[in-house]
């Protein structure tokens, strides 16, 4: 089993639009997308930032999604929030992989 990790930056100018944009387009598909809750999680910073940093992680049940995840559903979310908020929001992904202990 997988974990998606997704990182996000957000300058303040754009941040009340991009965070109604994940919540209410983004976080729904993904969910519906891989059928398990996403975690949505705002990282805090020990040092005054000038930007938001927010992380969102879903379940990926193998390599396959992940592909359609990056060929898909990043796709479209580029697609139209690249135009929107053009560089005022970064975003990198990390697949991560589950290990048992």
Not at 43 to 65: A, G, M, N
Not at 74 to 93: G, R, T, W
Request: glycine share 2%.
């Amino acid at each position: 089993m997988y974990i998606i990790s997704t990182t996000f930056v957000v300058e303040p100018k754009v941040h009340g639009l991009w965070y109604k944009f994940l919540t209410e387009k983004f976080l729904p598909r993904l969910e519906e997308e891989s059928g398990k809750k996403v975690v949505f999680t705002r990282v805090l910073h020990q040092t005054k930032e000038s930007h938001y940093t927010y992380s969102v992680q879903c379940d990926c049940r193998d390599i396959p999604f992940y592909q359609r995840f990056m060929e898909q559903i990043m796709a479209d979310y580029s697609e139209v929030a690249e135009p929107m908020f053009e560089d005022k929001v970064l975003y990198f992904i990390t697949l991560l992989k589950k290990i048992d202990f």
